[in-house]
């Protein structure tokens, strides 16, 4: 797969994403994150894998404060979240989110889907939002589904309209939380090609997956968490060939 | 498929209804009772030289029909309101919204409105026309808020993610994004709270607004027509309960998605 020039070591170097020791334990007592930190530069395609439960979900909710964490920072594009409303706010306007379950309203159109944030949050008009909606749409291939209701769409096409909303938002960072996980075999390839594009544009993203073809050609770094701790993190283009510890050649030896 | 099976329910309804009423009458004559239906109409309107002239029986259906409007849209509001503070982070706004659901469920709607007219009007200053509807609208509305807070409840968490990752707050999420699908979801059982609205206002004549019920009490017991009546305006509160019923399912088909 043929990358922008210009990523990972270009112009702008500053990092978007810093995560510095988050520690996070479950009502239960059970731990989530167990300080973990990692750091995500411009244009930067970082994909995190792991066994289920290993905490993967859980740290893409804190960083953008769907969940709070006990202790350590995390700071986005020199944002730092804080357990106060605003920062989360200002954080949230920074950072893009799509979801394993798409989770797109179901009464609303794919146009109003991706309307309806703009108009309220960044205060656009209709008549900008919808220019800018069905950029959106004809970029990730859906401008014909603009007034399906989400019920009307298979899988895939939901995914990218959810693909498309979060993008209408101009993150300077984009999460997948597993997005391809709900998907029919035969749509993954859609949602993934999706990605593939925006990560050609430049967009900095955190991909949370289980889509190793996809982690070693799009990703530039690789993360591997295990029980809520990163156990190793490579470069994309070595991560698989060479892993170094004992807990990540046994997860990837089950999973390739 | 709720709607196919109201559908196809109808006709089995209707002769049920029949057969109802054919006992109800084979009954009538070992009652011994003296029927004059003739000598009702008058009471619902009269023509006096070709002019409509209502009578006091549609007079009260216009009261019934202005009090129970009034008293839905302030119901809903109130239903809404105690939901939205039941879910509430702040403590003060749970305890408030369990008091008024608790106290008004529990005691007899007669004894609040008998409250409301004696001991809260006299200090707000209202009319009895207006303690009636706030008796109603504080009586249904503490049902009304158990349904919102059920519907609310039902809208996956996920959606919640959704918009707030999108940077939404918590109101402009609520009003966009859940209350839309879960005022469609309990449309239902709202209705059903409407209907007893309607049938609950006949209480109202306890405090002398002349309602539907009022009216026909003053009527039974200046004519001793008591069954023609009673039967006649039982009869009008089924009709505008249909009719309402009627309105929902329209209602609901309109906004019914597409899943």
Same mark, same amino acid.
């Given at each position: 797969?043929?990358?922008?020039?210009?990523?990972?070591?270009?112009?702008?170097?500053?990092?978007?994403?810093?995560?510095?020791?988050?520690?996070?334990?479950?009502?239960?007592?059970?731990?989530?994150?167990?300080?973990?930190?990692?750091?995500?530069?411009?244009?930067?395609?970082?994909?995190? !894998?792991?066994?289920?439960?290993?905490?993967?979900?859980?740290?893409?909710?804190?960083?953008?404060?769907?969940?709070?964490?006990?202790?350590?920072? !995390?700071?986005?594009?020199?944002?730092?979240?804080?357990?106060?409303?605003?920062?989360?706010?200002?954080?949230?306007?920074?950072?893009?989110?799509?979801?394993?379950?798409?989770?797109?309203?179901?009464?609303?159109?794919?146009?109003?889907?991706?309307?309806?944030?703009?108009?309220?949050?960044?205060?656009?008009?209709?008549?900008?939002?919808?220019?800018?909606?069905?950029?959106?749409?004809?970029?990730?291939?859906?401008?014909?589904?603009?007034?399906?209701?989400?019920?009307?769409?298979?899988?895939?096409?939901?995914?990218?309209?959810?693909?498309?909303?979060?993008?209408?938002?101009?993150?300077?960072?984009?999460?997948?939380?597993?997005?391809?996980?709900?998907?029919?075999?035969?749509?993954?390839?859609?949602?993934?090609?999706?990605?593939?594009?925006?990560?050609?544009?430049?967009?900095?993203?955190?991909?949370?997956?289980?889509?190793?073809?996809?982690?070693?050609?799009?990703?530039?770094?690789?993360?591997?968490?295990?029980?809520?701790?990163?156990?190793?993190?490579?470069?994309?283009?070595?991560?698989?060939?060479?892993?170094?510890?004992?807990?990540?050649?046994?997860?990837?030896?089950?999973?390739? | 498929?709720?709607?196919?099976?109201?559908?196809?329910?109808?006709?089995?309804?209707?002769?049920?209804?029949?057969?109802?009423?054919?006992?109800?009458?084979?009954?009538?004559?070992?009652?011994?009772?003296?029927?004059?239906?003739?000598?009702?109409?008058?009471?619902?309107?009269?023509?006096?030289?070709?002019?409509?002239?209502?009578?006091?029986?549609?007079?009260?259906?216009?009261?019934?029909?202005?009090?129970?409007?009034?008293?839905?849209?302030?119901?809903?509001?109130?239903?809404?309101?105690?939901?939205?503070?039941?879910?509430?982070?702040?403590?003060?706004?749970?305890?408030?919204?369990?008091?008024?659901?608790?106290?008004?469920?529990?005691?007899?709607?007669?004894?609040? =409105?008998?409250?409301?007219?004696?001991?809260?009007?006299?200090?707000?200053?209202?009319?009895?026309?207006?303690?009636?509807?706030?008796?109603?609208?504080?009586?249904?509305?503490?049902?009304?808020?158990?349904?919102?807070?059920?519907? =609310?409840?039902?809208?996956?968490?996920?959606?919640?993610?959704?918009?707030?990752?999108?940077?939404?707050?918590?109101?402009?999420? &609520?009003?966009?994004?859940?209350?839309?699908?879960?005022?469609?979801?309990?449309?239902?059982?709202?209705?059903?709270?409407?209907?007893?609205?309607?049938?609950?206002?006949?209480?109202?004549?306890?405090?002398?607004?002349?309602?539907?019920?009022?009216?026909?009490?003053? =009527?039974?017991?200046?004519?001793?027509?008591?069954?023609?009546?009673?039967?006649?305006?039982?009869?009008?509160?089924?009709?505008?309960?249909?009719? &309402?019923?009627?309105?929902?399912?329209?209602?609901?088909?309109?906004?019914? &998605?597409?899943?």
């Amino acid at each position: 797969m043929e990358k922008a020039p210009e990523r990972g070591g270009g112009e702008r170097n500053g990092s978007v994403l810093s995560v510095r020791s988050v520690t996070k334990t479950w009502p239960g007592g059970a731990a989530a994150l167990s300080s973990v930190s990692l750091e995500v530069r411009h244009r930067e395609v970082l994909v995190v !894998i792991g066994p289920s439960g290993s905490g993967k979900s859980t740290l893409l909710r804190c960083i953008n404060g769907l969940e709070p964490v006990d202790s350590g920072e !995390i700071v986005v594009n020199g944002i730092r979240l804080g357990r106060e409303k605003k920062s989360r706010d200002l954080v949230r306007r920074q950072v893009g989110m799509v979801f394993q379950s798409y989770n797109l309203f179901p009464h609303k159109t794919a146009l109003e889907n991706i309307n309806l944030a703009q108009r309220l949050v960044k205060g656009r008009t209709l008549a900008e939002a919808t220019e800018k909606s069905l950029a959106l749409l004809r970029k990730v291939g859906m401008e014909d589904k603009a007034g399906a209701l989400p019920a009307r769409l298979s899988g895939g096409q939901q995914q990218r309209v959810a693909i498309a909303r979060a993008l209408a938002m101009n993150p300077s960072l984009m999460l997948f939380d597993e997005a391809t996980s709900a998907l029919d075999p035969e749509m993954i390839g859609e949602v993934l090609d999706t990605m593939r594009a925006i990560a050609r544009e430049g967009t900095t993203m955190v991909v949370v997956t289980h889509e190793m073809g996809f982690a070693r050609e799009a990703g530039d770094r690789v993360v591997f968490m295990d029980a809520g701790q990163v156990v190793e993190e490579g470069a994309a283009k070595t991560f698989f060939d060479a892993p170094a510890m004992e807990r990540t050649r046994e997860f990837l030896s089950r999973i390739l | 498929m709720g709607n196919n099976t109201f559908k196809t329910a109808w006709p089995s309804a209707l002769i049920l209804a029949m057969a109802a009423l054919w006992l109800f009458f084979s009954s009538l004559p070992g009652l011994g009772y003296h029927w004059q239906w003739y000598r009702l109409p008058r009471y619902f309107a009269t023509f006096q030289d070709g002019a409509f002239i209502p009578g006091p029986l549609l007079r009260g259906l216009a009261a019934t029909l202005e009090i129970t409007s009034l008293s839905l849209i302030f119901c809903f509001a109130a239903g809404l309101l105690a939901a939205l503070l039941s879910g509430s982070r702040s403590l003060l706004a749970r305890a408030l919204a369990a008091l008024y659901v608790e106290l008004v469920r529990n005691t007899p709607l007669l004894v609040q =409105i008998f409250f409301i007219y004696f001991v809260i009007a006299p200090v707000l200053g209202i009319s009895r026309f207006w303690s009636a509807v706030l008796a109603l609208s504080l009586f249904e509305g503490a049902y009304a808020s158990e349904i919102f807070r059920a519907g =609310i409840a039902s809208i996956r968490p996920c959606q919640w993610d959704a918009s707030y990752s999108l940077g939404l707050s918590t109101f402009q999420t &609520l009003r966009h994004v859940i209350l839309p699908q879960a005022v469609r979801r309990v449309l239902p059982p709202l209705v059903s709270q409407a209907v007893s609205l309607v049938k609950d206002s006949a209480l109202v004549s306890a405090i002398a607004v002349h309602d539907l019920t009022m009216q026909a009490q003053v =009527i039974a017991s200046d004519t001793f027509l008591v069954f023609e009546t009673w039967f006649a305006v039982a009869g009008v509160y089924l009709a505008l309960n249909l009719a &309402l019923s009627f309105l929902a399912t329209l209602i609901e088909r309109a906004a019914r &998605l597409e899943q």
